[in-house]
Nanobody
Framework: DVQLVESGGGSVQTGGSLRLSCAAS????????LGWFRQAPGKERKAVAS????????YYAPFVKDRFTISLDNPKNTVYLQLNSLKPEDTATYYC???????????????????WGDGTQVTVS
């Protein structure tokens, strides 16, 4: 079974930083897509960033570009999201998602995961 376990959320002040981690298991060592999404209370879940485990191509939503960085530790099957220059509007539950999709879908802004983690809360005040 595929499992995604997020960690690293917390509460920070405006301008602060956090590093989220998502450990993926059950997907093997092939090529697939890993992504981060976020959902604020009362709002729809939105894509934040994604990375293709097969070449390292990435996608960033316009609202986080140059502030957040997605990276992948292949041997550990762990994807990270470095959040810098955090703003109150970044407050949300952040979810990790994974799926076997083509590279273009992974980094084209339309990635819809087949599997989801339970989420980790990020609060910026």
């Amino acid at each position: 079974d595929v499992q995604l376990v997020e960690s690293g959320g917390g509460s920070v002040q405006t301008g602060g930083s956090l590093r989220l981690s998502c450990a993926a298991s059950g997907m093997g060592y092939g090529v697939y897509c890993l992504g981060w999404f976020r959902q604020a209370p009362g709002k729809e879940r939105k894509a934040v960033a994604s990375i293709y485990r097969g070449g390292g191509s990435t996608y960033y939503a316009p609202f986080v570009k140059d502030r957040f960085t997605i990276s992948l530790d292949n041997p550990k099957n762990t994807v990270y999201l470095q959040l810098n220059s955090l703003k109150p509007e970044d407050t949300a539950t952040y979810y990790c998602g994974a799926g076997f999709v083509l590279p273009g879908t992974c980094v084209g802004g339309s990635f819809l995961p087949a599997w989801w983690g339970d989420g980790t809360q990020v609060t910026v005040s």
